[in-house]
């Protein structure tokens, strides 16, 4: 049962593991993040967002 469960979560894992240009996208948005190029929310905001769109 470990032995099946230790695959098992080396099988997600796998599953979970990004592209070289997933990678690319993550930096470029962080640096446009960090320009104050794109739009952002604090964490007040989203939870409103969350809350309104129910």
Known sequence: MI???AESYQNHE???MLSEEQYRMIDIRREAHLKG???SFTWEQVKQNARNAG
């Open 3 to 5: 032995k099946a469960l």
């Open 14 to 16: 796998q599953e979970l």
């Open 37 to 39: 190029e794109s739009k």
